[in-house]
């Protein structure tokens, strides 16, 4: 809104009403506005929540070997960084890009799911919650509209990058003149790093374009799901999920930046999507809402992020990382939501299978993988064979979430020098 009205200010001559063209200048303000309303409408909502006794049930106490009680802790603190998300995107945003359009929707949509898994946690006194069939629903009918109106939208639309040999063994990186419609994504550590989807579907012969956006679409509920429950999952520990979260965003921002400025699109050698600056503020306001968050969720925490955050930022992130056609970057960059998945079905599978032959058996001390760090040996079934029992001894919550930050760092600088390793 606040852009609109600069812009228009700016054809009288009003001085300063130029900067709000600039998207460095709208990203920065969109970052500290949101961590300022994230820190100032914490404080309040956290008071609020206390005082009308709406906590989430008392967490098992067993599992933490430290003995720490988290009774009493108000949830649904997603309701903080979502507000402050749609906050700074409507006031410097232009609300007219469909890519800003997809990622407003997607917050809210996602949000309302977990917002309705959390009520059913704290007022229906059900620790269940939202059954997951419904989640699933949900996840994939955003992912639908997601994937068909990147299909329709005539806005969205992309310049494939090309090489040029000059000069012997130059090269030089140029891009279409004509902007397309495309099923083309980012496909690392290859040289020609564009795959397009319709390839997979090349025997459907002249309806290979169509079959391909059908694989686009697939891909985009596959993705969206996926990344949607591993942030879920991460969502374990005090200062987990916001501080990977936020790293992640990061990341993303840098790499929404340099899809939507043709400069460096050529320079790395990747499609350049016109528009997509507007993701950049997008970006910089989540990230201030997750640092905000996290003032009063590092541990000790003052509130749980609850389902209204993690599976709002899951699908976040997939869907940003869709509309600039980096998705197949996600395995590295959202490495620790994977690894988390992973290590749940795993555990799951493996424990069926040793129930079918009468075996007791499990590969981690427990799962989501964040948790088979703090358990003392003390703790393990001794009925149970355990494939992995590293570590030995058990380490303390602040310990294990500080070093899957580190982790997450790792993950995000090497998912963006994956844009030059070929």
């Given at each position: 809104?606040?852009?609109?009205?600069?812009?228009?200010?700016?054809?009288?001559?009003?001085?300063?009403?130029?900067?709000?063209?600039?998207?460095?200048?709208?990203?920065?303000?969109?970052?500290?506005?949101?961590?300022?309303?994230?820190?100032?409408?914490?404080?309040y909502?956290?008071?609020?929540?206390?005082?009308?006794?709406?906590?989430e049930?008392?967490?098992?106490?067993?599992?933490?070997?430290?003995?720490?009680?988290?009774i009493?802790?108000?949830?649904?603190?997603?309701?903080?960084?979502?507000?402050?998300?749609?906050?700074?995107?409507?006031?410097?945003?232009?609300l007219?890009?469909?890519?800003?359009?997809?990622?407003?929707?997607?917050?809210?949509?996602?949000?309302?799911?977990?917002?309705?898994?959390?009520?059913?946690k704290?007022?229906?006194?059900?620790?269940?919650?939202?059954?997951?069939?419904?989640?699933?629903?949900?996840?994939?009918?955003?992912?639908?509209?997601?994937?068909?109106?990147?299909?329709?939208?005539?806005?969205?639309?992309?310049?494939?990058?090309?090489?040029?040999?000059?000069?012997?063994?130059?090269?030089?990186?140029?891009h279409k003149?004509q902007a397309?419609?495309?099923?083309?994504?980012?496909?690392?550590?290859v040289?020609?790093?564009?795959?397009?989807?319709a390839?997979?579907?090349?025997?459907?012969?002249?309806?290979?374009?169509?079959?391909?956006?059908?694989?686009?679409?697939?891909?985009?509920?596959?993705?969206?799901?996926?990344?949607?429950?591993?942030?879920?999952?991460?969502?374990?520990?005090?200062?987990?999920?916001?501080?990977?979260?936020?790293?992640?965003?990061?990341?993303?921002?840098?790499?929404?930046?340099?899809?939507s400025?043709?400069?460096?699109?050529?320079?790395?050698?990747?499609?350049?999507?016109?528009?997509?600056?507007?993701?950049?503020?997008?970006?910089?306001?989540?990230?201030?809402?997750?640092?905000?968050?996290?003032?009063?969720?590092?541990?000790?925490?003052?509130?749980?992020?609850?389902?209204?955050?993690?599976?709002?930022?899951?699908?976040?992130?997939?869907?940003?990382?869709?509309?600039?056609?980096?998705?197949?970057?996600?395995?590295?960059?959202?490495?620790?939501?994977?690894?988390?998945?992973?290590?749940?079905?795993?555990?799951?599978?493996?424990?069926?299978?040793?129930?079918?032959?009468?075996?007791?058996?499990?590969?981690?001390?427990?799962?989501?993988?964040?948790?088979?760090?703090?358990?003392?040996?003390?703790?393990?079934?001794?009925?149970?064979?355990?494939?992995?029992?590293?570590?030995?001894?058990?380490?303390?919550?602040s310990?294990?979430?500080?070093?899957?930050?580190?982790?997450?760092?790792i993950?995000?600088?090497?998912?963006?020098?994956t844009?030059?390793?070929?």
């Amino acid at each position: 809104m606040l852009y609109y009205l600069f812009r228009f200010l700016e054809q009288f001559g009003v001085s300063g009403s130029g900067m709000w063209s600039y998207i460095s200048f709208r990203a920065l303000l969109a970052l500290i506005l949101a961590l300022v309303i994230s820190a100032w409408f914490g404080e309040y909502f956290i008071k609020w929540m206390k005082r009308h006794n709406i906590s989430e049930t008392q967490r098992d106490a067993s599992i933490d070997p430290f003995g720490v009680q988290k009774i009493n802790v108000p949830s649904m603190g997603g309701i903080i960084i979502i507000v402050s998300i749609l906050v700074p995107c409507l006031l410097l945003g232009r609300l007219r890009n469909i890519y800003l359009i997809l990622m407003l929707v997607t917050t809210v949509w996602l949000g309302l799911l977990g917002f309705l898994d959390d009520y059913i946690k704290i007022f229906k006194k059900n620790k269940d919650g939202l059954p997951g069939r419904f989640k699933i629903v949900g996840q994939v009918l955003l992912g639908l509209f997601v994937g068909l109106t990147l299909y329709l939208s005539p806005d969205a639309t992309i310049r494939e990058n090309i090489e040029m040999q000059q000069h012997g063994q130059t090269t030089e990186i140029v891009h279409k003149s004509q902007a397309v419609k495309s099923t083309k994504t980012t496909i690392p550590f290859v040289k020609e790093n564009n795959f397009d989807y319709a390839e997979l579907v090349s025997f459907c012969g002249k309806y290979k374009t169509q079959a391909g956006w059908i694989v686009f679409v697939l891909v985009t509920i596959f993705v969206i799901t996926a990344v949607s429950n591993g942030a879920n999952l991460n969502d374990g520990m005090d200062g987990m999920a916001a501080g990977n979260s936020a790293i992640i965003f990061i990341a993303l921002g840098i790499l929404a930046y340099v899809s939507s400025h043709i400069e460096f699109a050529s320079y790395l050698n990747i499609m350049y999507v016109p528009g997509s600056q507007e993701l950049v503020i997008f970006t910089c306001a989540t990230v201030g809402a997750l640092i905000g968050f996290l003032w009063y969720n590092a541990y000790p925490a003052q509130i749980f992020m609850g389902d209204t955050g993690s599976l709002a930022i899951g699908g976040i992130i997939a869907v940003l990382a869709i509309i600039i056609h980096k998705e197949l970057l996600i395995p590295i960059l959202c490495g620790i939501f994977l690894l988390e998945s992973l290590s749940v079905i795993l555990q799951v599978e493996w424990y069926k299978l040793g129930k079918r032959k009468g075996v007791k058996q499990r590969i981690f001390k427990r799962t989501p993988i964040h948790d088979n760090f703090r358990v003392l040996p003390s703790q393990l079934d001794p009925e149970c064979k355990y494939l992995c029992k590293w570590p030995h001894g058990a380490w303390h919550e602040s310990k294990i979430t500080i070093r899957f930050w580190i982790t997450t760092i790792i993950l995000a600088a090497l998912t963006i020098i994956t844009l030059k390793i070929r």
